[in-house]
T-cell receptor, first 116, second 117 residues
Framework: DAGVTQSPTHLIKTRGQQVTLRCSPK?????VSWYQQALGQGPQFIFQ???????QRGNFPDRFSGHQFPNYSSELNVNALLLGDSALYLC???????????????FGAGTRLSVL | AQKITQTQPGMFVQEKEAVTLDCTYD???????LFWYKQPSSGEMIFLIY??????QNATEGRYSLNFQKARKSANLVISASQLGDSAMYFC??????????????FGKGTLLTVNP
């Protein structure tokens, strides 16, 4: 049973460029969330996709956008890259467990983005 | 808004001993979930254990147990019989079980655990 897979593992870009990160959820999961983890910090929630729509969003600018495909895989796009966008980008997939409990999110190994 | 506080930047423990990692949280919501994740140097966040705010018993998963004290708003992780492979960063996280935000995990800053042989 494959877990959450992300590609690429590492990426180097320059300021002003655009980047696309990809995520395939764990088998049987239909929801994907994206997080940004700066060095030495805990992950910060970017947004969550379900049924090909953005359902929840954290405090990130519109330069951060995403997409979910019919097979539940997802992309994170970042436009006009800034030096401060350098971070580990984590994708998490989840399975709904019922209204009283939030879903358990399972993470991939992340994409490490460096902006020069 | 919810907040997670982990006051121990680093902890050391001898192999085969038990260790407690501290976590306190702040929310005015009555329905929430608390998580612990392990992050080795490879970067992947590994789910360890979950505690719901309505659960009356402390959660346990193998060598991991969560000491949930609701009145004190604490959710400490206890690792029994530490192993060298337990050396990693550990994050406490929370979600609110409301429909609008129940996928947004809020993380603490983490505790770096080092297990000594």
């Amino acid at each position: 049973d494959a877990g959450v897979t992300q590609s690429p593992t590492h990426l180097i870009k320059t300021r002003g460029q655009q980047v696309t990160l990809r995520c395939s959820p764990k088998s049987g999961h239909d929801t994907v969330s994206w997080y940004q983890q700066a060095l030495g910090q805990g992950p910060q929630f970017i947004f969550q996709y379900y049924e090909e729509e953005e359902r929840q969003r954290g405090n990130f600018p519109d330069r951060f956008s995403g997409h979910q495909f019919p097979n539940y895989s997802s992309e994170l796009n970042v436009n006009a890259l800034l030096l401060g966008d350098s971070a580990l980008y984590l994708c998490a997939s989840s399975l709904w467990r019922g209204p009283r409990w939030g879903p358990i999110q399972y993470f991939g190994a992340g994409t490490r983005l460096s902006v020069l | 808004a919810q907040k997670i506080t982990q006051t121990q930047p680093g902890m050391f423990v001898q192999e085969k001993e038990a260790v407690t990692l501290d976590c306190t949280y702040d929310t005015s919501d009555q329905s929430y979930g608390l998580f612990w994740y392990k992050q080795p140097s490879s970067g992947e966040m590994i789910f360890l254990i979950y505690q719901g705010s309505y659960d009356e018993q402390n959660a346990t998963e193998g060598r991991y147990s969560l000491n949930f004290q609701k009145a004190r708003k604490s959710a400490n992780l206890v690792i029994s019989a530490s192993q060298l492979g337990d050396s990693a960063m550990y994050f406490c996280a929370m979600i609110l079980n409301s429909g609008g935000s129940n996928y947004k995990l809020t993380f603490g800053k983490g505790t770096l655990l080092t297990v000594n042989p």
